[in-house]
């Protein structure tokens, strides 16, 4: 849980800084520092995929999910949510409420939804270890500042979301704590570290389009093969 209060925390000062400085700070200031973070991000993702014991259980965790994310459509249903909702509360005109309920919505489905949360708030419950997480919480941090200097205050209400969603993933994580070998946890982070690469190539550095979301199945199919060639 220590991840999810520093994520937190620096969303709500991201989103203070946003709320007075925001406008003044200049875009290419912000484009220089998520292209940082994005290659810090890369370098993670290696960094976490050494770890593994047998590459090729990676290889196969990753195309056996990929075909169960592609299959069951992740990636566009994670879209369609965000365009559900963005519909839903930009029809009512631009008064303050509807601001700030936009501002709301749009802050929690960035901060909780995708790879990066989801393996962070695993690693976390299982491990104790928040790095990934605190990585995250750098990006959110700028993120908040951002959408605070245009939606306002309601960016930071996303912390009782974060605190909830991302939370809860580390707590149920913790409790699969006793039956997780040192070995699925190796390749479950191996299998991760190549999702993040993905995550920071397409998202964060923006040099080519990735479905990553559709790779998470992976998370769960990795620890499966280490069970499964442990019973042969």
Known sequence: MTGTFLNIATVLIGGVIGLIFGARIPEKLKATVIAGMGLFTAAMGLQMFLKTENPLIVLGALLV??????????????HNVGKVLEQR?????????????????????????????????????????????????????????????????????STVIILVYQGGISLLAAQLNAIVTASMMNELTATGGVILLGLAVSSLLEIKKIRVGNMLPGLLVAPLIVWVVGLL
């Open 65 to 78: 999910g990929t075909l169960l994310g592609e299959w069951w459509r992740i990636e566009d249903g994670l």
């Open 89 to 157: 509360f930009s029809n009512a005109g631009d008064d303050g409420s509807n601001k700030f309920v936009r501002g709301f919505l749009t802050a929690s489905l960035l901060f909780c939804v995708g790879p990066m949360t989801i393996l962070g708030s695993i690693q976390d419950g299982l491990t104790g270890d928040y790095s990934l997480l605190a990585v995250k919480s750098v990006l959110d941090g700028f993120a908040s500042l951002a959408f605070a200097s245009t939606l306002g205050a309601g960016v930071m209400f």
